[in-house]
């Protein structure tokens, strides 16, 4: 249990992370080829939908990463105590409202 805290809630925290930043790049993608008919998008486009497309992905897969952080920290001293995934969602919503599921988020999005 100890070596695998977070592991559910990391491992289905890909899918809604990859899932938004590959729709949003390509959305991105789509609507500068759909303005610029014919021109060829440089780095510096593809460089700005990878970005804007991976902070989208952080802001909607943050708060199964901040659960799966808090089951991996809760054997250290002073920390609180979960039964599962579900209920570390419900004991962190508790505590700070929904704006807690996105505590420490900017930092995270340096990673963008």
Same mark, same amino acid.
Request: proline content about 6%; hydrophobic content about 40%.
């Given at each position: ?7 559910? =809630? ?9 899932? &938004?930043?590959?729709? !949003?790049?390509? +959305?991105? %993608? ?20 990878? =970005? !804007? ?11 199964? *990463?901040?659960? @799966? &952080?808090?089951? *991996?920290? *809760? ?5 609180? *105590?979960? &039964? ?5 969602? @419900?004991? +962190? !919503? =508790? ?15 340096? %990673?963008?």
């Amino acid at each position: 249990r100890g070596l695998f805290g977070g592991l559910g =809630a990391s491992i289905a925290g890909i899918i809604p992370y990859a899932g &938004t930043d590959m729709m !949003v790049y390509q +959305t991105l %993608k789509d609507q500068y080829a759909d303005r610029n008919p014919g021109a060829d998008p440089g780095p510096l486009v593809f460089l700005g939908c990878g =970005a !804007v497309s991976s902070v989208c992905g952080q802001v909607v897969a943050y708060p199964l *990463q901040l659960i @799966r &952080t808090r089951l *991996q920290a *809760q054997g250290m001293s002073g920390m609180p *105590q979960y &039964t599962g995934a579900l209920d570390c969602l @419900r004991q +962190t !919503v =508790a505590a700070g409202g929904v704006r807690a599921l996105y505590s420490g988020i900017g930092p995270n999005f340096s %990673k963008a």
